[in-house]
Nanobody
Framework: QGHLVHSGGGSVQAGGSLRLSCKAV????????MAWFRQRPGKEREEVAS???????KYADSVKGRFTISPNDGERTLTLQMNDLRPDDSAMYYC?????????????????WGQGTQVTVSS
């Protein structure tokens, strides 16, 4: 099944940029059916960006045009480039994967999760 190891994150001022990375260790499928989630204090976890079986990307409305999800099959990493950060982007960010590699109808529920990395944006 493998596991996901985070790197990146940290603190930045509003308008700044951060890059999150998630390395798939022992994960045998291509880098799709993967996603980034975040959980802000007192709020439910939300999906921020994802890659489907056809490598199409989907973004939450709140991050469109600012965040970019990118898979690197050779390095087995999934990155989230975050630009023009805002204070309400502050959250714990998690990468997730469907370890089945999806099906003919699309991705299955994510069943492998990284340990999370904190992003803090100050105004």
């Amino acid at each position: 099944q493998g596991h996901l190891v985070h790197s990146g994150g940290g603190s930045v001022q509003a308008g700044g940029s951060l890059r999150l990375s998630c390395k798939a260790v022992g994960y045998t499928y291509s880098m799709y059916c993967m996603a980034w989630f975040r959980q802000r204090p007192g709020k439910e976890r939300e999906e921020v960006a994802s890659i489907d079986t056809d490598f199409s990307r989907k973004y939450a409305d709140s991050v469109k045009g600012r965040f970019t999800i990118s898979p690197n099959d050779g390095e087995r990493t999934l990155t989230l480039q975050m630009n023009d950060l805002r204070p309400d982007d502050s959250a714990m960010y998690y990468c997730a994967a469907d370890s089945s590699g999806g099906s003919s109808t699309g991705c299955r529920p994510y069943d492998v999760w990284g340990q999370g990395t904190q992003v803090t944006v100050s105004s």
